[in-house]
């Protein structure tokens, strides 16, 4: 096939995989229709019949295109070669996810992009074999003054394997009472946002910043935050995660060792804890400002464009 071509086919496949999942997040955001004029020019065919069969349609897909595939955006990595369609990549992902062995160091493929930031302290020197381990330290914790109006330590929940990790602040009520990370309002927005992505939730890794639930939802304080992260960062040195999405400005700080707004540093990797972290809205956030949710649409879709590029280069190395 000429180049010319196969550079269009696959900005065209390109196209048309943004445009279905953008639509499938609009859908698991409750949306029920799109405005007919805003769909009506120079879309590709078969996106334009995906469209019109769908029950929705959506507001701006083609400026959605022109950031998919402007270079800022690109994925980090790539391979030569046609690219695959949606179906493959998302198979190739899913086969991966369960069948590759991972690396027991990754390197960095690009550099920090926020280089002024100070790096978290590493990790404390344990030498942690599985996430049972960790959970066996921590015990009945009594570290942090967090304990005394906890009903349970929310530990974390998902794969212990996971290629993305989701670190949130800090237990609300539900989680309190079920022991669980988000499993309230804002976690069914998440379990929507991972979906969206082309995932299941039992295929991440979910956790939070302090395990124990702050009186009446307060931020965690200082004090707490440092007392609790060396287990998360210990989490997240077990798992080995492609990609761990910090959910707001807590987890955001937390990770990156920086007291920078997330407004500042959301929707760009960064290297910490030997993996790449994204800072982006919290889920509770995009309940109150839902006009936010498509900034944070842009950032998940980096995460997933950055995990199925591993899983790509992985799958051909092997
Ligand atoms: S928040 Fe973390 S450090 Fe504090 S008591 Fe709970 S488990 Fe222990």
């Known amino acids: 096939m000429h180049a010319t071509d196969r550079d269009l086919r696959s900005r065209a496949i390109e196209l048309i995989r943004d445009v279905r999942a953008y639509l499938r997040y609009l859908a698991e955001l409750g949306a029920t229709h799109v405005e007919e004029g805003s769909a009506s020019r120079d879309l590709l065919?078969?996106?334009?019949?995906?469209?019109?069969?769908?029950?929705?349609?959506?507001?701006?897909?083609?400026?959605?295109?022109?950031?998919?595939?402007?270079?800022?955006?690109?994925?980090?990595?790539?391979?030569?070669?046609?690219?695959?369609?949606?179906?493959?990549?998302?198979?190739g992902k899913r086969r991966s996810v369960h069948s590759v062995e991972r690396q027991p160091e990754r390197a960095a493929e690009q550099p920090a992009l926020f280089g002024d930031l100070p790096l978290p302290s590493t990790a404390p020197p344990i030498a942690d074999r599985t996430l049972d381990d960790i959970r066996a330290d921590i015990g009945e914790c009594t570290r942090c003054k967090l304990h005394r109006s906890r009903t349970t330590i929310v530990f974390g929940e998902g794969d212990p394997r996971a290629r993305i990790m989701f670190v949130g602040e800090g237990p609300g009520a539900e989680e309190d009472a079920q022991g669980r990370p988000f499993v309230g309002r804002a976690g069914q927005l998440l379990n929507r946002m991972i979906e969206a992505m082309g995932f299941r939730?039992?295929?991440?890794?979910?956790?939070?910043?302090?395990?124990?639930?702050?009186?009446s939802n307060r931020t965690p304080e200082p004090d707490e935050i440092a007392t609790c992260e060396p287990f998360l960062?210990?989490?997240?040195?077990?798992?080995?995660?492609?990609?761990?999405?910090?959910?707001?400005?807590?987890?955001?700080?937390?990770?990156?060792?920086?007291?920078?707004?997330?407004?500042?540093?959301?929707?760009?990797?960064?290297?910490?804890?030997?993996t790449k972290v994204l800072p982006t809205f919290h889920p509770a956030f995009l309940l109150r400002a839902p006009e936010r949710k498509r900034e944070a649409w842009e950032d998940l879709k980096k995460v997933r464009d950055y995990v199925l590029s591993r899983s790509r280069s992985e799958d051909a190395t092997r």
């Open 233 to 274: 960062f210990r989490k997240i040195r077990v798992i080995k995660p492609d990609v761990v999405v910090a959910l707001g400005a807590i987890a955001a700080q937390s990770l990156l060792g920086t007291k920078a707004p997330i407004g500042q540093i959301r929707g760009r990797f960064f290297d910490a804890h030997g």
């Open 201 to 215: 939730r039992e295929e991440v890794y979910i956790t939070n910043v302090v395990m124990c639930r702050p009186p």
């Open 45 to 91: 065919p078969e996106w334009r019949e995906r469209a019109h069969s769908s029950s929705m349609t959506v507001g701006d897909e083609e400026n959605a295109w022109e950031r998919s595939t402007s270079p800022r955006e690109a994925p980090e990595a790539t391979v030569e070669g046609e690219t695959p369609k949606e179906e493959e990549l998302m198979a």
